[in-house]
Structure formats: C-alpha cells, structure tokens
C-alpha cells in the first residue's frame, strides 16, 4: 500500500514532543519518557499528527471492518471484579446460562451468508465442565464451518484449566481440536498489580495473563490484545501495560490487533468515576499506535466510544472499527448507549466520510470479496 503521509513538516506548540517527533519519523522506538510525555502534553492535535503518519505509513487509508457475531453463553462468574456490570452470581435472578442449543440457536438467529467470526467471551461458570465450551464450539463448526471461531479470552482459559486439571496447554491443544481459530484479547485490563488488585482482584494476574498469551501464540494460535483505560490507572500504568505487550508481541508476532477499551463506570462498583472524554478516546488512540510499533491494527472500538469518536479516531491512529456485532451484552450492561449492531453499509459510511477506503475483512486480516449471495476471502 502506498503512503498517504503528508510531506509537510511536523508543528507543534509543545517543545517536549520535538525529540519524539524526529524518533517517530525515523521509524525508531518510543520507551516510557516519550509515552508519558505523549499523555501529558497538551497539543493532542500535534500527537494525533504523529500517530496519523504511522497509520498511513502502515494503511494508507485502508480501514477494515468485518461481519461478525457475538455470542455470550453466560453471564454467570464466580469473579467479582468491581469494574464489571455484566457479570452475576449463581443464583441472581439476572444471571442467565445457554443450552448447547440455545446457544446455536442464538449464532443462528444473527447469522447470515455475510458472516465471517463468531466472537465467544462469557463469565467463569462455577459449575459448567470444560466440555460444555468444546461442545459449543464443535456444534457451532459443524452447522457453520465456513465461520471463523474467536473464542475464549486468557482468564478464561486459565480458569477452564485449573477447573479441568489440565495444563494451560493442554486447555488450548483441545481447544483447538474442537474448532476455536483464534482468541479475544479481553481480561488483560490494566497489568499493574496494585491497580489489578482493586478493579478485578478475581482473575489471573497480568503475568499470567501475558503468560497464556505467549503459550497461545507459540501454539499457533493468533489474538488480540487490549487494555482498559479511564478508571483508577496512571499514565504511567498505561505505557508500562503496553511496552509488556509490545515484549510479547517481539517474542511471538501473535496478537494482531490492539483495543484501548474506555471504561464504563455505569452499574459497576466504580460508579462514582467519571466516563472517559473524547479528547481522553482519541489521545488513547494516538498513544496506542505510536508505542505499538509491532502491532499491525489499532482497533476504534466503537461500541465503547461511540461511532462518531471512532470516526474521528481513524485521523489519529486507528485502522479498525470492529464489526457489525448484532448483540453485545458485556458493555451495554455497564451503561453504553450505542447501537447493539451496526450494519456493513452504516460502518462503510463512517470510514468513507471520514476519508479513508473501507476494506471487509476477515479475523485475521484477508480481504473479503462479496458475491451476489456469498463471499470470497483473498489469502
């Protein structure tokens, strides 16, 4: 893809991203100064700049989306992490649990010829085997088998794990025998363990958390990779969150895609904390695409920032949008207001007028070719 970048050169009213600016048009590497330095400094226009020449230096104006569907088989969790409102107790009269068919059911009820990913993320059951997850998979494979299957996030698997006595490895061998693709990049929050003590004490610790990545990614397996922003962390937690996945992703080449998720305080036991700002999502997104240097996507993910930040956001970094969706439960519990599905010409509409060139794609990043009643994907 040819460069779009401009030639004209960089401005800025901030002397302190000077330095930072001549490293990022070398093609060098930011370290921790330069990120915090990017979080604090106020000419946010001039940041964006900068990540915008990385992004089309990598896209030019590609931006890609795909047709996917969402399936959350439980919201019941033995976690109880105060930054969640999707997640309930066994025996809430919330809670709720998919049968294998009502599950299926479900995948076919937003399913079309269009679809490409099923996206599988759901509570730690305290009493649901290791089976029912590869039973699920395996019956989701044999009615659609074209469908690529993203399932399963690292807490998960380190949960499935121990639940089944099996080493993480062994959780993923079989996982991957019943048919799961590829993996989500939830759970990862934020790494710091004095932050992850108070926001989700319950699950894995960012180690592991890496950990299990890194195994998966020497497995075969690719995912994604996020973060979670605008609650109790630093600036400092954020750049040292992302310069750990930056080290994983040197040792592997697994995740694919990089998604700041702001936080929703909402029906959560962090409600008195304020929502993210829009200049907070883009910045976030700069940062992002400028620590990342080894990270092919950074995702706007617009169920969380709403379309119109995500547009904007495809001038600051961001070459993802996500995908259609049809249902998403985990942050529309916490209080989102956006729509629960978008269609592929309202997500079409939002990258041209933005203007940049939407491209389908698949999970793993092949160009989707539409037919009249079917679709081909370019490898």
């Given amino acids: 893809m040819q460069s779009t970048v401009e030639a004209h050169p960089f401005r800025t009213h901030d002397p302190a991203l000077e330095p930072i600016a001549a490293r ?33 230096r990598m896209h030019g104006d590609l931006t890609y989306f795909n047709v996917n569907r969402h399936i959350n088989p439980t919201n019941v969790c033995v976690a109880s992490c105060r930054l969640c409102a999707f997640g309930r107790k066994k025996g809430d009269a919330a809670g709720y649990t998919m049968a294998l068919e009502e599950a299926w059911e479900t995948a076919a009820s937003g399913y079309s010829e269009a679809v490409t990913e099923f996206h599988i993320v759901g509570g730690l059951h305290p009493d649901l085997p290791f089976q029912y997850f590869l039973d699920l998979v395996r019956g989701l494979k044999e009615r659609f088998p ?60 960012g180690q592991e958390w890496l950990d ?57 036991a962090l409600d008195h904390l304020p929502v993210t700002t ?9 940062v992002s695409r400028l620590l990342l240097d080894n990270f092919a996507h950074i995702k706007a993910y617009w169920q969380m920032m709403t379309p119109k930040i995500a547009q904007i956001a495809l001038r600051f970094g961001a070459d993802d949008l996500d995908g259609t969706v049809v249902e998403e439960k985990i942050y529309h519990d916490a209080g989102a207001t956006t729509p629960q599905g978008m269609t592929r010409k309202e997500l079409c509409r939002l990258i041209t007028e933005a203007g940049r060139v939407p491209v389908e794609r698949d999970t793993l990043y092949h160009a989707v070719t539409r037919t009249e009643d079917s679709f081909l994907i370019a490898v």
């Fill in 146 to 205: 074209k469908v690529h299957i993203k399932a399963f996030t690292m807490v998960e698997v380190a949960y499935l794990a121990r639940r089944a006595k099996l080493s993480i490895e062994e959780t993923l061998r079989q996982m991957r025998e019943s048919g799961v693709d590829s993996m989500p990049g939830g759970g990862a929050e934020i790494f710091a363990p004095e932050v992850r003590s108070v926001i989700c004490d319950h699950k894995i610790d």
């Fill in 24 to 56: 990022v048009m070398a093609g060098e590497r930011l370290g921790m100064d330069d990120g915090l330095a990017l979080y604090r400094s106020t000419d946010v226009l001039a940041v964006g700049w900068l990540a915008n020449q990385v992004r089309e």
């Fill in 278 to 286: 829009g200049l907070t999502d883009i910045r976030q997104i700069a």
């Fill in 212 to 268: 299990t990545a890194r195994l998966a990614h020497k497995m075969g397996f690719r995912s994604n990779a996020t973060m979670l922003y605008g609650h109790i962390e630093s600036d400092a937690d954020r750049v040292d969150h992302m310069l750990k996945l930056r080290e994983v992703q040197d040792d592997t080449g697994g995740f694919q895609t990089f998604i700041p998720l702001a936080f929703h305080p909402e029906n959560t």
